[in-house]
Structure formats: C-alpha cells, structure tokens
C-alpha cells in the first residue's frame, strides 16, 4: 500500500512530539488505543484558562505511519483553537486531509478520541462540566 | 542522498529472485522451441516434451524422488490444494479426519476450513512457545477416520522446522498419509520425502530462485501408492493428477533452479546463517527489549523473526522501506488488522506479534547490506520508540499491564 505524500510528509516531520507534565492543572492528556491493537496515542493540550484557549499541544503514538500522521496533523490543528473549536474537529477532517484509505479511518477515529479525551481530563481536573462526549458513537 | 538509491531485498521468504542462470535456462523456450509438451507429432512438442522431461529429473534428483511422483503445478498454493482435497476426495470412503497445526499457510488452513464445509473433521494442532508442535499431542489426535497429517517443513514467518521424521514415524505407524508444505525448505535445507516418511509434497520454484508461476507436488507412487483426485478437469496431464498445458519454460527454470540449489544450497546456507546471526547479535547487543521469535536451534539458515517491544512494525519499516524490503507481522500490514496469527499461535501477546520484523535474506544478499540493515533498522527502533508514548512508559516504569486501556 502507498502512503499519500501528506502522511509521509507527517511521518518523516512529526510536529510535536514530546510530553507535558500531566500534572499541571492546564495541560490535558488523552491516552487512547491499546498495544493489543497496534496503536496507542497519547495527546497533550495546555489551555490557558483565561482564554480557554488551547497554547500547545504535544503527542507520542505508537502505531503505524498513517496514526503517526492523525495525531501529528491533530496537534497542529489543536493549538490556537478554543476548547470548543477544539471538539469540532471530526475524524473525517483528517481522513480527507490526508487522504487515508478505508483501512486506515480507524486511525483517525483514535485521534478524535485523543483529542476529547484530552479535553475532557483537563475539564475534570479544572472542576468544569466535560463537554466532549468520550463516548461519541462511530 | 546518495543512499537514498541504495535497496536491500530481504524478504526472500515472500520470493526470491530469479537467478540469471535459471533465466538463460528459460529463454530459448519462448520462442525456438515454443512447443507444448502433450505435443507428439512434431518436433516442437518433443522438444518442449525434453525440456520438461529434464527439469523433472532435476527436481526429483533435488529430493530424491522417482521423477514420475513430480507433479508439475501453477505454485505451491494449488499443490497444497490438490494435496488435501485431493486425497480427502479419494479416500473419503476410509475416513474424513484431517490434522493439521495452526501455523499452517493460508493454502493448507483455507482448503482445510474449505473441506469442513463438505464434511471434513479437521483437527489444528497448537505449538509451543518455539512453534514446534507437540508429537504426542499429534499422535493422541489419530484416530481411526483419521486420513491425512499435514505440517509445514519449515514455517515461512518464523523459519521454524518441524521434527519431519518423528512425524513420519508417528503416520506410518498410524497408516496416516503424511502431506507436508515444504515451500520454505525444498532448494534451501536438504528435503528427501522419501527419507522422512512423507507422501505427498507441495512446493515451488519462486522460493528458491525460479521463476514464478510453477510449481510441484510429489505424489509417492510405492509404499505406499498414493492417489489425488485431480481438481480441475481436462486433457488428463501429469498422470491424470492435474490437467492444464505445461508451463514450459517455466518448469525447465524450476528444473535449472533445483540443479543449482542442490550444488550450493550447503555454502549458502553456511553463509546466510552467518549474516543471519550476525543481524540478530547486533540487535540483541545494541537494542533493549528484543526479542527473537521461534526455536533458534531448529530453524532455516537464512530466516529471523524478531520483535522490538514498544515500536510498530508497519511504523517501523516506514523508517526505512524506501532501502530496505522486510515483512512485519503488525496487522497494519494486513487488511484485516489482525496481527500475525503464527505469532499469536506462538503464544506471543498481540503487542509482540504487532512489533515484529521478518528478516529473510537470499542467496544475493551481501555483507554490506547486512550492516546497512542494522544501521538503518536499529536507528528506526530508536526514532520509533522516541516518539512510543508505551516505550517512555516502560522506561518510567510504568507496568503496561497494569494500564487500563481504551480498546477500540
């Protein structure tokens, strides 16, 4: 199978990679999949709780290059948006932003979770309502 | 970068080149002798005939056969095809027990699956950790409808070779017919059926530097005589057994390719075992958890199967497949997302089986491209685990097991 130029570009020039210290009250950290499955990724956000807007975002995803890509392209998108910017982000954004063939939509499905569940740990830890529905059906 | 054009092949397991020798065999029989071999008026069909008549002594020579028990095929998937229904088929009156082990190839596990849906019982006999399977566990599954034991010479993921002779001990003491998919072993390891107690063989020339698209099954005709009800009608070819007009340059290319394989298999794989080990050694000294799969003592020259914990295996060949041609058995290389069920039956955790590389080298495989494999792969590793969130856990000394994990 050949990868589109945009996943092989993400694959070969990660953005952000790295770890935020998930005990900061600001940073969120969504850590979905299972290495049973082949795919864990690990998505961080730090929000700036006067704007409730998201300044950086880091991951780490072991998986394959299209999971590597979705969650690369999703800490990109991330930064800048607004927490509820944020939780529009579908999965189908980042299949046809970088082009990923049917066997590969379940990564971008992970990278969605990541990110609600990213923002939904910083919610709790923040005492807020969690507005990102972890359960979203796919 | 100049690298950038350099490729190394090693997944010669998948197939082999096809050796230039093999390929000067070939040529003059596309066009100055295009004969058909069932031809016999006219010199073209009796050259074309000859042609077939001498890879068939090659091949037989190969595993020390009575050229008559060769069969020639379209590969080794259609001669474990008409190996199992076949002898299902005629001696369905005797019984409808097949065993077979779950490490099987898809052509042995699929046809078996196959014949259950028309009758067939068919036992799947485990393996150990070391992918050997377990006689006595083989010998309590006969029974009297039992007809057929099929177990795979040599594992094609794993390299791993069965013990053929005790198997054969066990069928013939039994009156079992004894099939075995040697695809992986014949032109590679010495193979005689004859020796070991097996009936019926299927395997094929793209394994073992032939060309594609031909294949053989040995049918032993003494002690006993063995038939299979051909599975594809017509004009009555190769004894009845398989009807369909000889491929024949393909099969004077196998015939070149056993000839040859039975002159150099020992100095290849004397060297390919070296190279073989000297790939493992590295990245056993120069990576933490690795991990190599299947019994080490009883396996090809030329196959290693090895998991690097923490890192996924498509991921990790995207590091370097531009240079370097290698199999993984991560179910993202798989539409099924399924990860390698020979590594599952291994007892392997689905996590071990998705980090897993196969390395098999070949008879054109250097030493320079070894040590690039090393380079290129170990670097991989580490870039991989650098962006693993599970490796920094382990390295934190987080118990993995003990993670509640979101499974899709």
Redesign the interface.
């Known amino acids: 199978m050949a990868y589109s130029d945009k996943v092989l570009e993400h694959f070969k020039n990660p953005r952000n990679v790295g770890t935020m210290d998930k005990s900061d009250k600001n940073v969120g950290t969504g850590l979905v999949g299972a290495p049973e499955c082949g795919d864990v990724m690990r998505l961080q956000i730090q929000v700036d709780p006067e704007t409730n807007t998201i300044v950086d975002a880091k991951f780490k995803t072991f998986g394959c290059g299209s999971a590597i890509a979705s969650s690369s392209l999703a800490t990109e998108w991330l930064k800048g948006k607004s927490v509820d910017e944020a939780l529009t982000i579908d999965n189908m954004d980042i299949v046809e932003e970088l082009a990923l063939p049917p066997v590969k939509i379940h990564c971008s499905v992970l990278a969605e979770d990541a990110i609600r569940s990213a923002i939904a740990d910083y919610q709790q830890k923040n005492g807020m309502k969690v507005t990102s529905n972890a359960e979203k059906a796919h | 970068m100049a690298q950038n054009t350099r490729r190394v092949y090693l997944d010669n397991n998948s197939t082999t080149p096809t050796d230039p020798r093999v390929v000067e065999a070939m040529l003059p029989y596309f066009y100055q002798m295009p004969g058909n071999a069932a031809s016999r008026n006219h010199p073209f069909g009796w050259e074309a005939e000859e042609g077939v008549d001498y890879a068939r002594e090659q091949i037989a020579s190969l595993i020390k056969v009575d050229p008559k028990e060769i069969i020639f095929t379209s590969g080794a998937t259609e001669s474990d095809n008409l190996a199992i229904k076949g002898v299902f088929e005629m001696y369905r009156s005797k019984g409808n027990h097949i065993i077979t082990v779950k490490t099987e190839h898809k052509a042995v596990l699929d046809t078996c699956h196959k014949l259950e849906k028309m009758g067939a019982e068919v036992t799947y006999l485990d393996v150990a950790a070391d992918g050997l399977i377990d006689l006595a566990a083989l010998e309590a599954a006969i029974k009297p409808s039992t007809i057929l034991v099929s177990v795979m010479w040599a594992n094609n993921e794993t390299g791993v070779i069965q013990p053929m002779k005790a198997i054969g001990d066990i069928c013939a003491r039994h009156g079992v017919l004894f099939m075995s998919d040697a695809t992986q072993a014949v032109g590679k390891i010495p193979v005689s059926p004859k020796e070991t107690g097996v009936h019926l063989m299927a395997f094929t020339s793209h394994k073992m530097y032939g060309p594609k698209g031909v294949g053989a099954l040995y049918v032993s005709r003494k002690a006993p005589r063995v038939k299979v009800t051909a599975q594809m009608d017509g004009g009555g070819h190769e004894r009845g057994m398989r009807s369909g007009t000889l491929n024949v340059p393909g099969i004077v290319g196998f015939g070149k390719a056993a000839e040859i394989a039975g002159k150099e298999m020992a100095q290849d794989a004397e060297r390919l075992s070296k190279l073989r080990d000297k790939l493992e050694a590295a990245f056993l000294a120069n990576l933490e958890e690795v991990y190599v799969n299947g019994n080490r003592e009883n396996r090809m020259p030329h196959v290693t199967n090895i998991s690097f914990k923490?890192?996924?295996g498509?991921?990790l060949m995207?590091t370097f497949n531009q240079n370097i041609a290698l199999s993984s058995g991560?179910?993202?290389t798989s539409?099924s997302?399924e990860?390698s069920y020979v590594l599952v039956a291994l007892g392997l955790?689905?996590?071990l089986a998705?980090s897993s590389l196969r390395f098999s080298l070949g008879r054109f495989t250097a030493e320079e491209d070894i040590d690039y494999v090393i380079e290129k792969v170990a670097s991989g590793v580490n870039h991989m685990r650098?962006?693993?969130?599970?490796?920094?856990m382990y390295k934190e000394g987080i118990d993995?097991n003990s993670v509640t994990?979101?499974?899709?």
């Open positions: 923490h890192v996924e498509e991921g995207m991560s179910a993202c539409a997302l990860p955790g689905d996590d998705h650098d962006l693993s969130p599970i490796w920094e993995l994990w979101q499974e899709h």
